[in-house]
């Protein structure tokens, strides 16, 4: 992913009690839209599948999984390139499970929070809820939507998204994560202090920097640490069309 985030260019600034981070990608390069499709497919199929069954196999596999409808792509990349910026850990927060390999279909939305992340150096755990949005033209209704996302659940992530994580952790033999996300982070663990931590992730067409300043400097002050990152692309559609043209071409 490194070609693809030195593509773009990195302003920062305070929105109120909100960080917000804004990534320029004037166009897509090739090296950084290859990185970023190679990527993509892991997010749908394991390096395990390629290494059990080849790469004749894994192709065969991307067109079963790969959505096909523009709405679909749009979002499933908002929510990857989510996942990919919070485990820059530029914030000490990582997503340890990649949720779009378990989708019911592969134009269908997953239940559960787009992204939950965990801070690992803290005790008890560090807790990280996003919610991503992707649209050609942002607007404020979109930012509002987010931001009731963000809020459900009294701010919390939902039960059924860490009990999904633990359990797929679990599966893959990472136990030790596994134990500790549900010793300090499910149940009623959720009500103890700990860091909270929220990112508004959108990937859009238009400039974003007013419509997100008058959002987050609207914000009530909270406890929650509030983060916002968006990526504006002005080529927003050819982005997307690319990276899945070239993630199905295993």
Known sequence: MTPFWNSCTTIQQKCGQAALTVLLLPAPTVAGTSALAKQCRQHYVGRQWLELFGRKALAEKLK?????????????????????????????????????????????????????????????????????????????????????????????????????????????????????????????????????VHLLFVLTGNDPVSLLDAHLTSLPTTPVRQLAVAIHCPKHQTLIAAVFKEASNA
Do not use: H
């Not at 279909?105 to 929070?113: C, F, H, K, P, V």
């Open 64 to 196: 079963t999984v790969l959505p096909i409808s523009k709405s679909q792509r749009s979002g499933d990349l908002g929510e990857i390139l989510a996942t990919e910026y919070v485990n820059r850990k530029l914030w000490d927060y990582e997503a340890p499970v990649l949720r779009l390999r378990w989708k019911d279909g592969r134009d269908l939305a997953l239940r559960g929070d787009d992204v939950i992340g965990f801070n690992f150096k803290l005790k008890p755990v560090g807790l990280l809820k996003a919610e991503s949005k992707s649209r050609a033209m942002l607007n404020a209704v979109t930012l509002n939507s987010a931001r009731t996302a963000l809020r459900k659940n009294k701010g919390l992530p939902g039960a059924f998204s860490l009990a999904f994580i633990v359990e797929q952790l679990a599966n893959a033999g990472q136990k030790k994560i596994a134990r500790r996300i549900q010793a300090e982070a499910c149940g009623a663990r959720l009500l103890d202090k700990r860091e909270i």
